[in-house]
């Protein structure tokens, strides 16, 4: 599995954990072990035009995920994936530091579990969640606090 990220926030974050959250939800659900992923941490300027460009929103945004290639989940013995074993292009996630410290402050808790969270939240939009329709959010909702309860009880061992 093949992560890159880069850190153009100007924020201090631990991307070793960003990274290590990202690939263990990517495990857990499957994903093709030579699929590649990027993730980029940027600043409230730069989030805020992305999302007014992609999405149409006004404002910064805390994650944004742009899937690349749908080829890259491994559905379980039998079923080849459609990458053909070759390196899938899963996609981008872009997470904004600022914003996720100001959920957090909300939310009361750690800006780095909130940027957790949103890592875990880009990677099953890249697969394909949405949360668009309740039936959907929920099912995306309790995937997200499944893998990221799996991956913080792998961290405390």
Known sequence: MSIEIANESGAEVDTDAVLAVARYALDEMGVNPLAELSVLLVDI???????HRWMGGDGPTDV???????????????EASASGGEPALLG???LCPEVAAKQAATAGHAAADELHLLTVHGVLHLLGYDHAEPEEEREMFELQARLLA???STRSR
């Open 45 to 51: 300027d730069y989030m805020t035009e992305l999302n």
């Open 64 to 78: 944004l995920a742009f899937p690349m290639d749908e080829g890259s989940v491994d559905h379980g013995p039998g």
């Open 92 to 94: 981008d996630i872009v």
């Open 150 to 152: 799996g991956w913080r």
